[in-house]
């Protein structure tokens, strides 16, 4: 994630920011950008200058999910007439009852009801997490194709709330459902004691899930399914079976050579989905050191490190910065930033990730 900055005063912000902290001026995310804008008038010298980060008010203004999912990402202003697509989200809306969602919120195909006020407040909390996702996801160039283009295997989530009834975290042909439990710090923290994993987090889960996403998109050619059975094993192999067997006798003996966490080792797919997100956090944490100096500018997404050698060279960036994190997080007296280690089968598994997100999209 970038360092922002307000457009009219310089003030640093945050990813997150509507308002700027200084000058008051009301701001907006521009995924084509990846940048905070202005929305206000026109600059003087003339619309639609996408230098001067500014947008016109009378045709951009905050998605319609401001409140519901404290989004500050930007919408084009529906012109006199038109009818946009209806989403399952809801927030304010046009004059005709639909409301205009931005790119990630029109992702989102079920969320909490408008009475259930635990509900949204996990709901927002998971919001936040998938708008990070979507631009890391846009930053590496992967395809992002929603469900009103391909009705069968686009992209959806379903963001459900536990408390009403069972929610199986999980992915199914683009479908992505999240507990929103999850949200819930004490919850969360007692399932990662009880299943024994050093790390468990909202946007983990995301990253996880959208590694199938990928996973169905991403491995298509025979040489791409050859490589992936040699690293991570059959993906076609019996699924239930692999569950049943992984929490009845547990990860296998010396698993720590091999894999990134106890839970790739229950199946090829789940193998897959874990390597596959830890990549999404060296390379977003890269990104995030980089653009505030605390790891050289050539970890920053804007210089894409492509090819094996560009593989090489993240990690040769990521190993150091791990570590100097995890120190400063024990210098605080929390646990390890990043507990895990990553030997050279993960890095083979880690790099066929790599090498996939770099092919130019179909």
């Not at 193998?271 to 500018?297: K, M, Q, S, V």
């Not at 990690?315 to 390890?336: C, E, F, Y």
Request: glycine share 8%; net charge negative.
């Amino acid at each position: 994630m970038r360092d922002f900055a307000c457009p009219n005063c310089g003030q640093q912000l945050a990813f997150e920011n509507s308002v700027c902290l200084s000058c008051s001026s009301p701001l907006g995310f521009s995924l084509a950008d990846i940048a905070l804008v202005v929305i206000g008038a026109p600059p003087s010298t003339g619309s639609g200058d996408p230098t001067s980060g500014v947008v016109d008010a009378s045709r951009f203004r905050l998605c319609d999910n401001l409140h519901v999912a404290q989004c500050n990402w930007l919408v084009a202003v529906p012109e006199q007439g038109s009818e946009p697509a209806a989403q399952a989200s809801n927030g304010n809306s046009t004059g005709n009852g639909i409301p205009v969602l931005c790119e990630s919120c029109r992702l989102t195909r079920t969320r909490p009801n408008d009475l259930d006020a635990a509900g949204l407040a996990a709901f927002a909390e998971a919001e936040a997490a998938k708008r990070r996702l979507i631009v890391e996801l846009t930053e590496l160039g992967l395809p992002i194709v929603g469900r009103d283009r391909d009705p069968d295997r686009g992209l959806a989530f379903d963001l459900l709330t536990s408390a009403s009834g069972k929610v199986i975290t999980g992915h199914k042909n683009g479908v992505i459902t999240l507990d929103l439990a999850e949200a819930n710090d004490p919850h969360r923290e007692q399932l990662r004691i009880e299943m024994d994993e050093p790390y468990r987090t909202l946007f983990g889960h995301f990253r996880h899930e959208i590694g199938h996403y990928y996973y169905m998109v991403l491995v298509t050619t025979d040489e791409a399914a050859q490589r992936f059975r040699d690293l991570f094993g059959d993906p076609d192999a019996d699924y239930q079976a692999a569950l049943n067997r992984h929490y009845s006798e547990g990860a296998p003996a010396g698993w720590e050579s091999a894999y990134v966490s106890s839970y790739a080792t229950m199946h090829a797919s789940e193998d897959w989905a874990e390597t596959f997100a830890h990549y999404l956090h060296i390379r977003d944490t890269l990104d995030t050191a980089a653009a505030f100096g605390i790891a050289p500018a050539g970890a920053s997404l804007d210089r894409p490190q492509v090819g094996r050698a560009g593989f090489d060279k993240i990690i040769d960036l990521w190993l150091p910065l791990a570590w100097s994190l995890n120190m400063v997080n024990r210098s605080m007296g929390h646990p390890d930033l990043y507990p895990f280690v990553l030997p050279d089968p993960v890095l083979d598994k880690m790099r066929l990730a790599h090498d996939l997100c770099a092919t130019p999209t179909r």
